[in-house]
C-alpha cells in the first residue's frame, strides 16, 4: 500500500491542493503516531482558534493592515496614518478564522482588501486618542495567502523530518517502531507563536534549531529562502529574471549551511531578490514573498 506521509509529502507540494485537505490528512497522521502536539495544532487550524482563549495564536496568523475611519457626519471613511505607540494595536489583526473558512473566503470574494474588526483593547485605544467615530481595518488578500502558504511548507517540513527518520507507513497504519520513533522525536514538537517564526522545535533540553548570529536568525531565513525557491515560478516572472533569483537563492542556501553566515552577503541578495520580485508586484505571490522578505528584514 502507499505511504500516506509520502502522499501528504507529495500533495504540500501542488498549489491546487487545499491548505484544508493537507490539514485532515496531517491531522490522520498525527494521531496515528500519537504525535498529540502537532495533531492539535492541526486541529485548531481546522477549527479556528475561538474556541480556546487561552491559547496562543501563531505568529504567522498576526496580519497587517491600514486603518481607515470616519467621524460622525462624515459618509465616508478615510485612510489614517498611525504614529509608534498605535500602529501595533491599530494596524494588527489576530486572523482566528478557521482554514476552511479562510479559504472559501478567498475563493468567492476576489476583493484586493478585507475588512476586519478590532478587539476591544484596539476600540479603547482608538476612542481615547480620538481619530474618529467609527473605524476599520483593511487587510490585503495576500497577508490571507501568506497564512496558508506558511502552513503549507510547515506541513512539507515535518513530512520531510518524518521520511528522514524512516517514518512511512503502509496506508495509513504505522508499525510500532515507526510510532516510537515517532513519540521519542516528535511528541513535544511545537510552533513557535509568540518568537515571530514559524519552526519545529523538539522540546529537548539540549536542543535547539534557532540560532541569532549578528541578529540574523538563521532558521527563519532557511525558511524564507524555502518559501522563494518554492513559490518562484509561479510570480509570472522572466526566464532570465528567475536565473538570476535564483543565484541569489543559492547565495541564501550557502550563507544559512556556512558556519559563519555573513549579514552584508545575506543583506545583499534579499536586496536583488527584492528587486527582481517588485517587477512582478502584480503578482499575488510575488507580494507576498516581497511580504515576507520585509518582515524579516525588519
Known sequence: MPSVVLELQQKSMLDQVSISELLRMTLVVAHKLSVSEFSLWAQQELDGYTRIVSDPVPQYRHVHGQLWARGQTATEYVPVETFSELTNVAETHIEKTSIPQLELLLSENKDKVFRRDFSAEALNKLNEIGYGEQFALYVHRAEFHLILQTIRQHILTWTLQLTDEGILGQGIQFSEQEKRVAQ???????????????????????????????????????????????????????????????????????QVQSGSPQPGVISKSLTIIKRILENASSSVVATGLLALIDKFSH
Open 184 to 254: 521519542e522525536h516528535h511528541e513535544h514538537l511545537t510552533i513557535n507563536a509568540p518568537g515571530g517564526r514559524i519552526q519545529i522545535q523538539r522540546d529537548t533540553t539540549h536542543s535547539t534549531q534557532t540560532m541569532e548570529i549578528h541578529g540574523l536568525d538563521i532558521q527563519q531565513l532557511q525558511t524564507l529562502t524555502e518559501q522563494i525557491r518554492t513559490h518562484l515560478e509561479q510570480t509570472g516572472l522572466e526566464e532570465e529574471e528567475q536565473s538570476e533569483a535564483l543565484r541569489e537563492i543559492h547565495t541564501l542556501t550557502e
